[in-house]
């Protein structure tokens, strides 16, 4: 009895200490999920105007004194033609008071530099357009586009705007117009890299990442398949597995960059490989990525009961026929599984590429898996080193095409375990 | 919650399937407790018991009292539900999401499942020794401390290492470790192991102590050492003891209760109940037909 | 013949030899006298497996020797040719030859005649040794074809040799991963050893000041470059500390309370999305650190009077301390359940409550495991890269103030490597110095972690 009270009086000081032990760990989750909130908030609001492409509406004079081309010209001349100084004519002739050098410049800085480009393959593809006046949609600067999307304030003293007054009154004029428009950019999802932020897509890196990651794939899946096939039924127990083992486990801890080293002496500078190239890429993350999938696969072969095995045994099947024809299909699940989640990891990976080259600025789309190229995670971290502004939500929009498509392999991963989970 | 639905309609399948078997078994044979479920000097009182475990029925109607400074054995065969009644008189069962008890407990003319009953302190009066010896990875001297230390139950360090070498001096262990306190609490052996985790539940001076199958995991000395510090414990705890061992139950205990099926079939005094079992069941249990 | 075609006709020819091997053998069953109880046969397909081996290993093991003697070859061979020319290439003769080797027969007419000469030269070469190549090669796939499919028969072991053949292969995939281990070893080593011989150990690892940036002219004044890496490892340790700091009181607590406290329903939601921030790209998080929590950190510092580089290491460990919150906690997770259950009933039957049972009990007994953890964290936290590639700054300081700008192994590693530089300087070596030390740390790091957690894991087994 005397005990109780002895333990009841320090009962309120221990529940208390509980409650605030609970809160703490409420706290710990709170913070780490909120950190993750403002992660994706942060991104996707920088992001979403990347998809809005502002495009100013000109009328443009494509008459034979203008560009000396007519309706019979091959596309050859059409491509030697100045369509650049069709578009300044067209600006000029919206804008006439325009007449200092200085002026004339910043007129012409209204449309990007890759309106010409719009129009020859608006006229390449209806040569019909030629010899007539006609209303054109092109895509704006820039500065414009960051104007009307609000990045740049209006309202701020000229001294601290990107955009003088000048230029503000102009756009205003052509708002007034209403030939101001906004539209999604597709541009975006079907160009490759530029200079320009307003021309760059990610086209090309989408392509890089689809070759170094299919590379990456039918590189790493067999090999890692057949190691864990062979530590798991096959390995006897000597020093040489053992080695494999320990190797396996530190492998999957070495940190990726030195993964990287490894690609840049060996397979660039010893056996001469080509340097950008996915392929080259595809080796260094298929060896970063084999440990996962090892790990993974042998946990999936682990769990497949023994029953199996010498119910297939027990009818005179080999070892290996028991091992391909039973306890193999019973595993691939598993396996596919962790194959989902190292493919999803070398997505992501960047440092290692870095190492190997696919950092270089390349607008071409890459065609095959020895075109140099870059991948979406590299494209990521040259446009966040760009100094324009107009490159940051780039880089935000190509972040949230990448957190995509690893939301969609994770979510299939989730699906197949879920799907073809057994209860053994 | 997830897995317990998914869990469920499995779950339930097998308990229509095992009520029917008790039915078939027990029907003509089960009405009602036979013996005398009620004692003079209750420490503890439980009536009409229910256990669910998820829809499984582990418990059905129990009612039985337990005498203060008597050693009740709880026997039956496996899956019985004994253990399963033991965790219940210290709320152990309330850390289990899907398990679900009603009925009253009464300690000490106090309700143990009261909105107002801390199960910290609960557990402080009633404590429990475990089927597997369980020290916690400390010294032997901090693992009786243990108990001690969380509930403030001593001033200094001197008081301290009194109640320590007091409660191993109860538990027959100090002569054995007095040379090495220091010593892991793992490193002694499945026996001392089993009575170092007596020593630390009698260290906070408990009313009562459950005992889970305590010898079951040791050999047969240590098993008799673990016995006879029961007998000497009873003069002054009040012990419940889960035993698969008829011989063990009939050597520790003044009463014994035989569950069967999730149902308590006969209760009375040890002697009578070895001697001269009333019910069927009972019978063929001690006279090892089943279990 | 290209060497789509050459795989191609491989291919073929072992496909062929498997049909006739396969045929072979069910001809000979036939021709056997049925009798009942006779033995059970290995099938015919074996041996089909087996003939077709022989068709295509043989060919291409000779096939991979020769690629490997094929470049030394022909550079020799050019190098006899530019010396019987008498053509003066300059000390540089492997840049040169790659110089020739990537011209374009496009643009062929453009450049001088001598390179022409030798370009000429180098494609005659080039096309005879592919040709004797695929002769070669196709020769000895046919021999082999050929020899086996006479050799076989019935009594060979088909079933057997198949099998020990295929379990050769699967042990040699199984062997990749000491390969890499071996190929990361060396290519850091080698180009190591050449750094030392040209900057002294010690003084790479104890000076006090890194600036790799060699003149561009060699008379250039303050050309000297100093590699000393204390201010890198100090970087390093610096943000991995702060991470360090962040990423386990928060990574240990969310583990505690998902597993300890919180209900089945939280726990099935919060846990999934708490494992999402362990699968962002680390460039996601080097652009939120460089773009929104740097200048944050700044913002805030200044408003209260501090002054805080840009590129702080405060901004970069914060964030890769969030990084590594799921990889603590689900570490923690682990080591805690692996805790014996009745360990945590002994306590709680003594009337201990949650809290102290998780303190007093649970956290010691797991101890080890969140030691091996901790390490394996702090590993990671060593090797990230493009966070404080991102994050944080070049600059070489020695401090260990968070709000100052420091830099860090990694970070170094990828200076020095991108961008067009040639790649035998003591700058492009240094980076494979730094990646030398960067493999043993973590490898060191590692292997106690899972030694420890090994150890651990085996106490309650």
Redesign the interface.
């Known amino acids: 009895m005397n005990n109780s009270t002895l333990i009841k009086q320090g009962l309120k000081r221990r529940y208390r200490k509980e409650q605030a032990f609970r809160v703490l760990g409420l706290t710990s989750v709170c913070i780490a999920l909120l950190f993750l909130v403002i992660l994706l908030l942060d991104i996707s609001s920088k992001a979403l105007p990347a998809f809005i492409q502002t495009q100013i509406e000109l009328t443009v004079d494509l008459s034979s004194e203008q560009l000396g081309l007519n309706k019979d010209s091959s596309n050859d001349e059409i491509r030697q033609a100045d369509f650049r100084a069709v578009i300044r004519a067209a600006l000029l002739k919206r804008f006439p008071a325009v007449t200092n050098r200085q002026d004339k410049r910043s007129l012409y800085s209204l449309v990007s530099t890759g309106a010409e480009y719009q129009l020859l393959d608006l006229v390449l593809a209806d040569k019909s357009l030629l010899n007539q006046t006609s209303t054109f949609m092109l895509v704006a600067d820039d500065d414009v586009d960051a104007l009307i999307k609000g990045a740049i304030d209006r309202r701020l003293p000229e001294s601290d705007r990107r955009v003088k007054n000048q230029k503000l009154n102009w756009i205003e004029a052509l708002e007034s117009d209403g030939a101001v428009h906004s539209t999604f950019n597709w541009q975006f999802l079907t160009s490759g890299d530029s200079r320009e932020p307003e021309l760059a897509g990610i086209k090309g890196a989408l392509m890089g990442s689809f070759y170094t990651l299919f590379m990456t794939l039918l590189m790493s899946f067999p090999v890692a398949v057949a190691s864990a096939i062979y530590l798991e039924e096959f390995a006897p127990k000597n020093r040489l597995i053992d080695l494999i083992e320990i190797n396996i486990n530190n492998l999957a801890a070495v940190p990726s960059i030195v993964y990287g080293l490894l690609g840049l002496a060996v397979f660039i500078n010893l056996f001469g490989m080509p340097r950008s190239a996915p392929v080259v890429g595809a080796v260094v993350l298929s060896l970063m990525t084999l440990p996962t999938i090892i790990i993974a696969s042998r946990s999936a072969i682990k769990a497949v009961p023994p029953s199996l095995r010498e119910a297939a045994l027990g009818v005179g099947a080999s070892k290996m026929q028991t091992v391909f024809h039973h306890v193999l299909p019973a595993a691939l699940p598993g396996m596919l599984t962790g194959t989902i989640i190292g493919m999803a990891q070398a997505l992501g990976e960047t440092a290692p590429l870095l190492m190997i080259g696919m950092v270089a600025f390349i607008v071409d789309i890459p065609q095959s898996i020895i075109d140099p190229a870059t991948v979406l995670p590299i494209q990521v971290y040259l446009w966040a080193d760009s100094p324009e502004r107009g490159f940051l939500e780039k880089t935000s929009a190509a972040i949230l095409v990448l957190l995509v498509f690893l939301i969609v392999m994770n979510a299939l991963a989730i699906y197949l375990r879920k799907k073809f989970e057994k209860k053994w | 919650m997830n897995e317990l639905m998914m869990a469920s309609p499995m779950a339930r399948a097998k308990s229509e399937l095992t009520g029917n078997q008790v039915n078939v078994s027990l029907a003509a044979t089960f009405e009602h407790t036979v013996g005398t479920p009620c004692c003079d000097n209750p420490k503890i009182q439980t009536k009409n018991v229910d256990v669910f475990y998820a829809e499984n029925h582990a418990i059905q109607d129990v009612s039985l009292d337990m005498g203060a400074n008597e050693v009740t054995a709880l026997i039956g065969p496996s899956g019985c539900g004994k253990s399963t009644y033991l965790r219940c008189l210290n709320r152990m069962n309330d850390s289990i999401d899907i398990c679900k008890v009603s009925g009253d407990f009464i300690l000490d003319g106090e309700d143990i499942y009261a909105k107002s009953q801390d199960p910290v302190l609960l557990r402080a009066r009633v404590g429990m020794v475990f089927q597997k010896p369980n020290p916690f990875p400390k010294s032997i001297y901090d693992n009786v401390a243990y108990g001690l230390r969380i509930h403030g139950l001593t001033q200094n360090k001197a008081e301290l290492d009194d109640m320590v070498e007091d409660s191993l001096r109860k538990a027959g262990l100090f002569e054995e470790v007095k040379d090495r306190l220091n010593a892991a609490g793992t490193s002694l052996s499945g026996g001392q192991q089993q009575r170092l985790c007596i020593a630390r539940t009698i260290a906070i001076q408990p009313e009562v102590i459950l005992m889970d199958e305590p010898a079951s995991a040791l050999d047969p000395i240590a098993t008799a050492k673990t016995e006879e510090l029961i007998a000497e414990l009873k003069e002054n705890f009040t012990i419940v003891i889960v035993t698969h061992s008829m011989q063990q139950a009939a050597r520790v205990s003044q009463r014994t209760a035989y569950f069967h099926m999730g149902r308590l079939i006969e209760v009375g005094e040890t002697d009578q109940i070895f001697t001269n079992p009333q019910h069927e069941l009972t019978e063929k249990y001690i006279t090892g037909r089943f279990g | 013949m290209s060497l789509i075609t050459l795989i191609f006709l491989l291919l073929v020819l072992a496909m062929f030899t498997y049909f006739i091997g396969k045929q072979k053998i069910y001809a000979q069953y036939q021709a056997q006298p049925k009798s009942p109880g006779r033995r ?1 046969l290995t099938l015919p397909k074996y041996f089909g497996y087996v003939a077709a081996m022989w068709s295509l290993f043989p060919a291409l093991l000779v096939w991979m020797l020769i690629e490997l003697i094929e ?1 030394p070859l022909i550079n020799h061979q050019i190098t006899n040719y530019l010396a019987s020319q008498q053509i003066e290439v300059g000390e540089n003769l492997s840049l040169y030859l790659n110089e020739i080797k990537n011209i374009e027969a496009s643009h062929l007419a453009d450049i001088e005649p001598i390179k022409q000469a030798i370009y000429h030269r180098y494609t005659q070469l080039n096309t005879l040794a592919n040709n004797s190549k695929n002769v070669i090669v196709m020769a000895i796939a046919l021999l082999m074809s050929i020899y086996i499919l006479k050799r076989i028969k019935v009594d060979t072991a088909a ?1 057997k040799i198949f ?1 020990k053949i ?2 050769l ?3 040699m ?6 390969m ?2 071996i ?2 070893v060396l ?2 080593l ?2 190591s050893v050449r750094f030392f011989g040209e900057v002294p150990v010690m003084q790479f690892m104890f000076g006090l000041e890194w600036s790799p940036q060699t003149a561009i002219r060699a008379d250039q004044v303050g050309s000297s470059a100093a590699f000393g890496a204390v201010p890198l490892f100090l970087g390093t340790l610096l943000i991995s500390f702060i991470a360090l700091l962040v990423a386990v ?6 583990a ?3 597993s ?3 209900s ?2 939280f726990r ?1 939601v ?1 846990k999934p ?2 494992e ?2 362990a ?10 650190a ?3 929590v740097a200048p944050f950190i700044r913002n805030l510092g200044e408003s209260i009077g501090l002054s805080v580089a840009s590129e702080s290491a405060l901004a970069a460990g914060l964030v890769m301390g ?1 990084m590594i ?2 990889f603590v ?1 689900s570490l923690a997770d682990d080591v805690l359940s692996a805790v ?1 259950k ?2 945590r ?12 049972t ?4 649970l956290l ?2 797991a101890l080890p495991g969140i030691v091996g953890g901790v390490l ?1 964290a702090a ?2 936290a ?5 966070i404080v ?2 994050a944080a700054g070049l600059a070489a300081n020695l401090t260990v103030n968070p709000l100052a700008a420091v830099t860090t192994v ?1 970070v170094q ?2 200076t020095l ?2 961008g067009d530089q040639e ?1 035998d300087s003591a700058k492009t070596l240094a ?2 110095a730094l ?1 030398l030390m ?2 043993l740390t ?2 060191v790091l ?2 106690i972690a ?1 030694y420890v957690v090994r150890k651990y894991r085996e106490q309650y087994e």
């Open positions: 059970i470049a079933r099998e295929i379990e292969i699967l042990l995939a199984a062997s990749i991963a000491i890499t281990t190929g990361i290519s850091v080698f180009e009181p928060l990574g240990l607590f969310s505690i309370y998902l300890e406290y919180a089945v329903k099935t919060a999305i708490l999402i921030l699968g962002i790209p680390t460039v996601v998080y080097g652009f939120f460089a773009l929104t969030i919150i799921p906690s014996p009745t360990m009933e002994g306590s709680l039957g003594l009337g201990a409550t949650q809290s102290e998780i303190t007093k009990v010691p007994a394996l590993s990671r060593i090797g990230e890269t493009m590639v991102m990694t590693i990828v490597l991108t790649f980076a494979f990646g960067l493999f973590t490898l590692n292997m899972l």
